[in-house]
């Protein structure tokens, strides 16, 4: 029977994985572009070198002042002492139990049940639930929530987040680059080919744009597999702090069945939240990819860790037609 340390393991080895992945495909997206627009190693190995020197400056930005940014697009402020007294207690309640500093924690003035961590590290951390959140759940509930999304900050899940989009992102901007270098002036290097040594760059040149097309997209579902086995090891994780796994199952299936929508989310930040807040029948979902596990995999699986049997597939359809 899978167990908490079974999943935490099996999650952290594929987490890891996937972002090797994407950094190797950064790596030769990088040396593949330099070369193909002037012919040269050392034009590669140029190209990689800047490539990373932008992906640095774009992850120190992210470290240090991405959660503020996430924290101010969700129109987030910091929770009152008195007003969110439940709320503060069931923080500090888990922070204590899990080991971890006590976060910020704050409110989202939104009816639309959810949650989110951000930060760069436990001693930098915040949490962000919806008002909706607190009028829906009750204590144990809440309970769960909260230990997920610690156990997102005690996992370095948010640091790891970060970085993953950071990568995504570099890869995406390094592809408009070199298909727009392409366009404005990197075929004009006719002068190298017709001495000769063109047949190796016309061919990484034709790879190279293939590569453009599709590393992007690879690297945005190489993101959303990494989010979403994060998203396992945070609900195992839940478990273990709270010894209460019914808990946040239930809390996970009122979120996922709530039909009220979200706002303040949108594409750049929906990843980060406990369960997806673009509903399927929003507009706005079109043409996304699926950032969180399906609702009723992650219930099984918090039921397989208490020894429950697994709930059938009508017993869910109404919560995954909701998510």
Do not use: C
């Not at 009750?138 to 950071?166: K, M, P, T, W, Y």
């Amino acid at each position: 029977m899978a167990t908490f340390y079974t999943l935490q393991a099996s999650n952290r080895r594929k987490s890891a994985l996937l972002l090797l992945v994407v950094a190797v495909v950064f790596a030769v997206f990088g040396a593949a572009a330099g070369f193909a627009l002037n012919g040269t190693v050392e034009a590669a190995l140029g190209a990689l070198v800047i490539a990373l020197v932008v992906s640095v400056v774009l992850s120190l930005g992210s470290y240090y002042g991405g959660d503020a940014l996430v924290l101010a697009t969700s129109g987030a402020k910091e929770a009152d002492s008195a007003r969110d007294a439940e709320l503060l207690n069931v923080v500090r309640e888990l922070s204590l139990a899990s080991g971890i500093p006590m976060p910020r924690v704050y409110l989202i003035d939104d009816s639309a049940p959810n949650a989110f961590a951000t930060g760069r590290d436990p001693k930098h951390a915040s949490i962000a639930v919806t008002a909706g959140l607190l009028n829906k759940l009750d204590r144990e509930e809440l309970q769960g929530v909260i230990g997920h999304e610690l156990a997102h900050v005690g996992n370095f899940d948010i640091r790891f987040a970060l970085l993953v989009g950071v990568l995504v992102g570099s890869i995406a901007l390094l592809a408009d680059f070199f298909l727009h270098s392409m366009r404005w002036g990197g075929m004009g290097h006719r002068s190298r080919r017709d001495e000769g040594g063109g047949g190796a760059q016309v061919i990484v040149m034709v790879l190279g744009l293939i590569l453009a097309v599709l590393a992007p997209m690879f690297a945005r579902l190489v993101q959303m597999a990494v989010s979403r086995q994060r998203e396992y090891l945070a609900d195992a994780t839940s478990v273990a702090l709270t010894r209460n796994p019914v808990g946040l199952e239930r809390a996970l299936a009122k979120i996922a069945g709530d039909s009220e929508v979200l706002e303040v989310a949108n594409r750049a930040t929906q990843h980060l939240y406990i369960v997806n807040p673009i509903k399927k029948f929003e507009d706005r979902a079109r043409g996304l990819f699926s950032t969180h596990p399906p609702i009723g995999d992650r219930i099984n699986r918090l039921r397989a860790l208490r020894g429950a049997s697994p709930l059938g597939a009508g017993s869910l359809s109404e919560t995954e037609a909701a998510e």
